[in-house]
Structure formats: C-alpha cells, structure tokens
C-alpha cells in the first residue's frame, strides 16, 4: 500500500491575487489525498479532499487562520469556509479505478460550488490534474479454488454440501474461509455458489492476490429417490423381504395356533369346536403382489418416510387338530388337517439410488409383519392404498 498525502506549502505560496479581478486563488490540487491500496497490478485508487482545505479557504476570504481564536466572528468564518470546503469533491476517471500498477497515470478532477466561491470571492485553480502511481509491490497471484473439494451427501432434493480445501495452497488453507449458497436442501442441477473471504490487508501484507472470490459448482452426484425401482436390481431387497416373512411364520405361525379366521373357516365350521387345540404344521410364503410407493413432495417427505418397497406375499399354512377339547366337536377328529391362506406384507422404507436410478446406495430399513391378512385386497389397502394421497404409487413387476 502506498499513501501518498497533499505537500501542504506554504499558504502564502499557495494563495496568490488574481490580478485585477479581486478573488482570491486557490491551487486545489496540492489539498487532494490520494491513497492506492493492493498490490501491483491489482491496486485501487480513493481521493478525499485534506482537513487543511478548510483554513486555506478561510485565510482566503478572511485574511487570517480563524481557527487561532475562539471568538464568535472566527467561529461563524470558520463554519463559512467549511461550508464551501465540504463542496469540493475529487473524482478519479472511471476507468483507471481498479486494477492499477506501477506507472499508471490517473487523472483527477475536483468539483465544487462555483455559486459559493463567487460569493466568497475566490477561485479554484488546478481543478483537473494527474497524479502517478508507483511504489507498488508486486503480487503473488493464487487462485484460491485450486484444489477445492466440493462433496455433496443425502437425498435430492434434500442434499447437502461439504467444503474440503486440505488440497488448496498454504495461504489458502490458513487464511482463506469457504461459504456455500444454498448449502442444504440440494437437487442434482442445482447452482452452488462458493465464496470465498479473506482478510484483504493480511493478504497484501504478504504480497498474496486472490484472483477470484466467487465461483458457481453444479450440484451433482446427489442420491435419489428412484422415480421407478423396476430396472434397479432388487434381488438383495426381496431376499431381506422373504427373510423377514420366514422368521415371522417361524417364531409366530409354525406350531403354534394362527389367530385368523382360517382355523374357524376351515375346521371349525360350525363353532362348535372352540375347546380343542390346533397348530400350524406346515407354511410356506409366496409373493403375490408389489409395489412402490415415493413421497409426492421430496422436501418435506412423509411420516412413512421418502419411499417404500412393499411386497405382499400369501401364506399358504396347514393346521392340525392336536386335541379334542372337553366340549369338542367329535365330528372333527384328533389329526384333521385343513390348509388355507393368509397375507402380510413387509416393507422396505427410505432408500436411495444413485443419479442413474441403477444401484441402492443408501439403505433403507425393513419393517417386521405386524398383522396377518384373510384377503390380498385387505394387505394391499393398508399396504399401499391408504397412502396415495401423499405417495405416487407403482406397480412392481414381479418376476
């Protein structure tokens, strides 16, 4: 940084009569503080008109430094000179603002009341001038987006944004902070807007320029809710499924007595029979319908989560009388068997794709059967129907 500040001479240098004329003259330019600030090539350039501006005007009019008594006549000069001081203003041609170096020429003008001055009786002169710029030193220049890492994690349009600059140079890592807009709530195509902030005096203290403050990323790579799951490779899933239905008819069906409507439709057809004791003696699971399900508004999600993979499989079960109850019917004998169907469901809640809708990156979790169905038509209403004003639904094609 280089400041460069008005050579005050003498006033009596500085004021000279314009001959004939009666006014007072004033050379502006010598009043003027320029300051160029950064480093070269990369400068910028201010210019404020000094505090002396204001006693020069006065000795001007007033043939004296009103500012060396306090009487009431010097303080009511003194606001008077001020007055006209405070109009003069310097400005810096537009296009030699910014960006400047060693050797640069900057022209600079003042503007003022020329109504006030003709009233106070003096002149401005120097009113246009140049000024060179030079002392600048010279500038390390680092892109400090070199080696960003942008990683985006989650679930459009849900995702988020990571800022990793362990891979951008020294003066960067240390000295420079990334902002991202928006930072959260991302979809793949969204515009990313990366800031970087420094401490711009640190930097030129250590030579150091940044050549850019602001980039735009592309959001990209963001996990997805698949719009469809029937080209994606389910075999994982519907093993898990089946798995979950195995243990179920394992741990709550086999040997013991289903509590559906199966043993009373299929044995015990006229109630007569509630005494004797039955058990499952055979199960076995098949799908029979699916289907998938994806939340209609992905921001917010749902209670159920941003998806769910359902499959709906039929239970085929045999039951066995075991023993004749003490008011049992003896029509049925000990060792009738009768099998019949039963429906539950499992689903697969809250997974995500990759962008290519192709691989289940982000697993989702299964839930345990919680209730055996008599009718498909009742599984696939508390399944799947009940949920179609909030999820899309589409059918699976089961293989």
Known sequence: MRKVTSILICLAITLTLLSGCGKKEIDISVFADVTVSGLNGHATATVIANKELKNAVAVAVYGKDVTATDSIDSIQQMVTAGTFADSVKYEIAPEKKEDLKNGDILTIKATFSKATADSLKISLSK???????????????????????????????????????????????????????????????????????????????????????????????????????????????????????????????????????????????????????????????????????????????????????????????????????????????????????????????????????TTILVDGQYKDISTLYDTLDEAYNDAVLQYQADMTVTDIQLK
Do not use: R, W
């Open 127 to 357: 009113t246009t001038f140049e000024y060179t710029v030079e002392g600048l030193a010279d500038a390390k220049e680092i892109n400090p987006f070199d080696g960003l890492v942008l990683t985006y994690e989650g679930v459009s349009p849900n995702g988020t944004v990571s800022i990793d600059k362990s891979g951008t140079a020294d003066y960067v890592k240390n000295n420079v902070s990334f902002t991202a807009t928006p930072a959260s709530q991302l979809a793949n195509g969204d515009i990313v807007d990366i800031t970087a902030t420094y401490d711009a005096a640190k930097a030129v203290q250590n030579g150091i320029y940044l050549t850019q403050t602001e980039k735009q990323y592309t959001a990209a790579d963001i996990n997805v809710v698949p719009s469809d799951v029937n080209s994606i490779d389910k075999s994982a899933i519907d093993a898990q499924q089946l798995s979950v239905v195995n243990q179920y008819i394992a741990k709550q069906i086999f040997g013991h007595s289903p509590q559906t409507s199966g043993v009373e439709n299929n044995i015990d057809k006229n109630g007569s029979d509630g005494s004797s004791s039955y058990k499952c003696t055979a199960a076995s699971a098949s799908v029979v319908k699916g289907a998938y399900l994806a939340a209609k508004d992905m921001t917010s999600g749902y209670v159920e989560g941003l998806d769910k993979y359902v499959t709906i499989y039929e239970i085929s079960i045999t039951i066995e009388k075991t023993e004749m109850g003490f008011f049992g019917d003896t029509s049925i004998p000990v060792g009738t068997t009768s099998t019949f169907s039963v429906f539950a469901y499992v689903d697969y809640d809250d997974f995500a794709t990759d962008p290519a809708q």
